[in-house]
């Protein structure tokens, strides 16, 4: 990989040609396209079987606007964060990134770098979804559509800074596939995506909202219905993009550039 950065001067440059050499290796490694590719549509798929069981009175909800921003979500957690952790572990793992510090790639450069592809699946799968959920379940227009845009604009960095985070305590490739669990499953039971959070507890709706990707599903969501004022939308902006900088925290004081023994 370290050969894609000759010639490359500028920050742009260096993660881009960065990128170009992980999308490379990622079309090579069929599993993890063929994951990051099918699995949000058939979560999505599944999701849809059920969403008539759950009582939507009084949500302002229709099976639609419920499964649609989920599937969104899922594109965010399966297609880049999850498929991030893998990454950025086994890399570290190979040496590559150790190998790539010793050139005039940043941290911050390498770290986009390796993100890139994911990112980019990540938002053909949201554009993807959207047509076909939209088709399928009859979805209207969105009634505020800079809000869903705001909200995949929020999520794409924070997934990836949270791979990063996850990936500095994860110590192997094999490990990998088991620490993003806990941030995958409480994102798809707690922040809306299966399930909105109108129709939980009060109390235990409000800690949900707290949750990384909750404001993200909130904001897309409501570019649909459109029933999120300029304080709502601050606000979950302000949640999201907390927790990215969080992330990035942790990451700049724990990412370990060597292999974890």
């Known amino acids: 990989m370290s050969t894609a950065l000759t010639g490359t001067t500028t920050t742009t440059g260096r993660a881009l040609a960065l990128g170009r050499a992980e999308l490379t290796l990622l079309l090579r490694n069929r599993a993890a396209l063929s994951s990051a590719l099918v699995l949000p549509g058939m979560l999505t798929l599944s999701m849809s079987s059920f969403t ?33 952790v893998g990454v950025y572990v086994i890399r570290r793992e190979e040496l590559v990134l150790k190998r790539l510090r010793a050139g005039e790639a940043t941290d911050t450069e390498i770290l986009t770098g390796a993100a890139v592809p994911a990112l980019l699946i990540g938002l053909i799968q949201c554009v993807v979804l959207v047509v076909s959920v939209s088709l399928a379940m009859d979805v209207p227009a969105p009634e505020a559509p800079y809000l869903t845009v705001l909200g995949v604009a929020l999520g794409l960095p924070q997934m990836a800074a949270l791979a990063a985070a996850t990936a500095a305590y994860t110590r192997t490739a094999e490990s990998a596939q088991l620490t993003p669990m806990p941030m995958m499953l409480v994102s798809m039971l707690a922040s809306g995506l299966f399930v909105p959070l109108e129709v939980l507890p009060d109390q235990v709706a409000e800690f949900c909202e707290r949750l990384p990707l909750t404001p993200v599903i909130d904001l897309v969501r409501a570019g649909w219905t459109g029933d999120m004022g300029a304080g709502e939308a601050l606000a979950a902006v302000v949640t999201a993009a907390a927790w990215t900088a969080l992330a990035w925290w942790t990451v700049r004081r724990r990412f370990p550039w060597e292999p974890r023994r």
Do not use: Q, R
Not at 56 to 70: A, E, F, I, Y
Not at 72 to 77: D, E, Q, Y
């Open 52 to 84: 008539g069981d759950i009582d939507l009175k009084g949500t302002g909800l229709s099976p639609g606007t419920l499964v649609l921003p989920g599937s969104i979500g899922l594109a965010l957690v399966l297609a880049v964060y999850t498929n991030l």
